[in-house]
């Protein structure tokens, strides 16, 4: 473990259903991340965090909202998805923005 | 916004032989550059990282350089070793509560 932890591995929802994804780290940063990965496409940028205040809201459709309560966990919260979003979602959270990230395992979701 | 390209999308090279990858950036305002190896069904982590006050930057076998005025830095592996298979994601940031965009990613493929 890398010190981010993130919950479930594994997804499978229907378009209905509502979910949500957990992430969390205890390495102090200040900074927390929620990026999707696609097969044959970059890693997006979805949701920034820095001290607990959204400061980037990639142009992400709304059925995805984001949740920071404290600086050591971020949710996203998922409803009425689409087969495309299918993909792996990767939390990652840094000292602070300008640092490397550290990297969650991500959960890999499959809308059905 | 920042726009990374990432060449080339596939590099083969022989085992002990050298591979460099190479990122191209828009935003001259971005003055962070990462780099981040993911192994098949891993997180992708950090191996090196340089700013922009800075030319080149080696750790062992990985060094990294960056052109400003070209807007172009690239990753250089050296003796390259069957452990170095993976995929490659070079990142750009112009700090402050950005987030990182990342390239498409370059699948290196050691041959024995």
């Known amino acids: 473990e890398t010190g981010v932890t993130q919950t479930p591995r594994h997804l499978v929802m229907g378009m209905t259903n509502k979910k949500s994804l957990k992430c969390e780290q205890h390495l102090g940063h200040n900074a927390m991340y929620w990026y999707k990965q696609s097969a044959k496409k970059p890693l997006e940028l979805m949701f920034v965090?820095?001290?607990?205040?959204?400061?980037e809201n990639n142009s992400v459709p709304s059925r995805f909202s984001p949740e920071c309560p404290n600086s050591s966990h971020l949710f996203l919260h998922l409803h009425t998805l689409q087969p495309e979003d299918s993909a792996l979602y990767l939390c990652a959270s840094s000292p602070r923005a300008f640092y490397g990230y550290t990297f969650g395992s991500g959960t890999r979701l499959t809308v059905v | 916004g920042e726009n990374v390209e990432q060449h080339p999308s596939t590099l083969s090279v022989q085992e002990g032989d050298s591979a460099v990858i190479k990122c191209t950036y828009s935003?001259?305002?971005?003055?962070?550059f990462p780099w981040y190896k993911q192994e098949l069904g891993k997180r992708p982590q950090l191996i090196i990282d340089?700013?922009?006050?800075?030319g080149e930057k080696k750790d062992q076998r990985i060094a990294v350089t960056l052109n400003k005025t070209a807007k172009h830095f690239s990753l250089h592996i050296t003796e390259t070793q069957p452990e170095d298979s993976a995929v490659y994601f070079c990142a750009a940031s112009t700090g402050g509560a950005d987030g990182l965009t990342f390239g498409k990613g370059t699948h290196l493929i050691i041959q024995p």
């Open positions: 965090y820095n001290f607990k205040e959204q400061t």
């Open positions: 340089i700013r922009s006050n800075v």
């Open positions: 935003d001259s305002a971005s003055n962070y």
